[in-house]
């Protein structure tokens, strides 16, 4: 029995002057609307939620309450940044055994109510805690700035090559109306811009945005009773991985991205991933994730992603057009509405209702990753139509 | 295809000078030792941690790594003081979505991490944000006992009758080595203790304390292949209601729980609860929430839940004896744990391996309550040998 996609919904993503359950109605509502379906008809609210840049520490308690699902929502799940993938597999799990028909799955983030040092302070911690985090002070453009130097030196990878995902995001949200940022930017802006964490330079890393999505999901009989059109999920992948860093095998790379991906394609029955979709959404977290991420997720052979985008491969046209919507680098990135984001855009897609930013279709078939802290978690789903 | 549990641990729960992670450890190791499997065997670990108490904000993360499930754990749920119930169904509809073949649910609290004024001031939010909790200052304790004082003025129910609840509670933590209190007390200790919200006193409300628990779910394919001796899952039940509590319908019960357990029974065929269960663990984290716990479970009419503990019906030897480890009240109530914590507790019963506190066995099956906020959430599961 199969589970498919009937609506999805995204707040406009940004700095946003309203509470974290406000911005998930904004999302559910339009998710509703998709869907032509009333709160009374969804039997499971499954609410993804950091958390830790909110004050709210029981999210789940009052979007559900906010949104009219509070008889439905009997769990919170959380896997970091990977969160809202989180929730799209426990909305689905559970119309898979049949305790659901229709349920949905809410990613929210109100990212601007704790300042960043404070948040650092904590969030931080998805690393180990001990060594790296307190004693290093490595967060987040640290731990990305080790893998970007470790591509560079061991593939020759460019600050160019990684400068380029960053024009390419911000020209992609430049059409999307409900993405964070909407302005171009050039390569040279990008290389000029302040140092993070070298090599990681401001337009490298994504922003700090308040932000929800929402997607329905229902049972193949739900689908057919009300003859709507689904977008199926075909394939669930999921890893994790050590949170030491001197643990981990390699730089260049994350384990769990290459493991989910095994994962969801075993399942799909996918050998070729470029013959097998039209487009990804992938993690891009910083401009150096989306490049390792062409590579774990077989777009390219590994050390070849700088020149995948630099070919202009992984634009309109390309082999494997990634982030049409401006990715987490643009777009923005809500923590738990990221994973969710990226079926509203994949949804949007293999509709063909992406408008100005409308891919071409051959396969109707796309994939999502979504990784949480620096490959902790990750999430692969593909999706057909 | 059905899910059995064949592996059960618990920590010593208590004031506790460890980690939250160490806490985790230690019954993850019971629980793998019990199931004679090591952690390469699991193929998922679900870690459940409410955190409001604890530095850590992303403890699967920390939880995971130490315990030796860094490449297992792709998600943490959360439910408020039902977690443990929720994490116990995400490793339960994996397995039976045929994604995990062996899973683990964890559930782990570090309680006496963050003071009870900070913790008040943000764990407090599971009830209605800004009039209940902020303006009139209603924190656990004062829901709990607008339920008591609701409870007596309809029914008659007298704070003896809660003072049972304590008792029993004690009287049987006496005998369980895990139970953070371990010391019998009287009636009139309970009645003369002094009063946090009328009219519940000190001894009518469970403690603060760290704990963890593990309990490990197998496919019946796995279960048979191992020649394992299982516990099966027979109903699942959940529910969520408004976290206003000036919307919900009466005070003398938990429509949450009504509406968990006839999910539950529904699924498991289950029409007469005194004479389809031995025993019962229900969510006691104020006696006056047993006492409702019974008639919502359906074991005595509304009302009458008084006169159910006061005959003994709720002690061994009664029509359904109720938390014979302690509840949370005496053994302990560290959140997440908690729901876990009642899984160890009826395998323990249905396999006869309970010693002191071992309930005569004739349907060898049993029920779990499990309660998030003051009914926010609830959960219920069916066990059966």
Redesign the interface.
């Known amino acids: 029995m199969r589970v498919g996609v009937i609506g999805v919904g995204c707040s406009k993503f940004g700095v946003r002057e309203c509470t974290l359950q406000e911005l998930a109605f904004e999302a559910v509502m339009e998710a509703l609307k998709d869907a032509d379906l009333s709160q009374e008809e969804i039997d499971l609210s499954v609410v993804g939620c950091?958390?830790?840049r909110s004050?709210?520490?029981?999210p789940?308690?009052?979007v559900?309450?906010y949104c009219g699902?509070?008889?439905?929502?009997?769990?919170?799940?959380?896997?970091?940044c990977?969160t809202g993938s989180?929730a799209i597999?426990?909305a689905f799990?559970?119309i898979?055994?049949g305790?659901a028909e229709i349920a949905i799955a809410i990613g929210v983030e109100k990212m601007t109510e704790v300042d960043t040092a404070t948040s650092a302070a904590?969030?931080g911690?998805?690393g180990?805690?001990l060594w790296e985090h307190h004693f290093y002070g490595t967060t987040f453009p640290a731990y990305y700035a080790m893998h970007a130097t470790a591509h560079m030196a061991k593939f020759g990878t460019t600050e160019k090559q990684m400068a380029l995902v960053a024009v390419k995001a911000h020209r992609n949200a430049a059409k999307n109306p409900k993405a964070h940022f909407q302005k171009e930017i050039s390569v040279e802006e990008v290389l000029g811009s302040r140092v993070i964490a070298h090599p990681l330079k401001l337009y490298d890393c994504s922003p700090i945005s308040d932000g929800a999505s929402a997607a329905i999901l229902a049972s193949e009989k739900a689908v057919k009773e009300r003859g709507l059109d689904a977008i199926w999920i075909e394939g669930?992948g999921?890893?994790?991985?050590?949170?030491?860093m001197t643990m981990r095998e390699s730089f260049v790379g994350l384990r769990?991205t290459r493991?989910a991906a095994e994962m969801a394609y075993r399942g799909a029955k996918i050998s070729e991933p470029l013959k097998s979709f039209d487009f990804a959404t992938v993690h891009d977290c910083f401009t150096i994730a989306e490049i390792m991420a062409y590579e774990d997720l077989g777009f390219c052979r590994k050390g070849k992603g700088g020149e995948f985008v630099e070919k202009g491969e992984s634009d309109f046209g390309g082999k494997m057009p990634v982030n049409t919507f401006g990715g987490l680098k643009a777009k923005g990135h809500p923590l738990a509405a990221t994973g969710i984001a990226m079926v509203y855009e994949i949804v949007k897609q293999l509709r063909e209702e992406a408008g100005k930013l409308q891919v071409d279709l051959k396969h109707y078939r796309a994939l999502s990753h979504n990784v949480g802290?620096t490959g902790?978690?990750?999430?692969v789903f593909i999706f057909g139509r």
Chains 1, 2 share one sequence.
């Open positions: 950091v958390g830790t004050y709210e520490l029981m789940a308690v009052v559900n309450e699902f509070s008889g439905k929502g009997p769990l919170r799940v959380e896997a970091a990977a989180a597999y426990s799990s559970s898979k055994v305790i904590i969030g911690r998805a180990n805690y669930v999921f890893s994790s991985d050590t949170s030491n769990a493991l802290g902790h978690f990750a999430w």
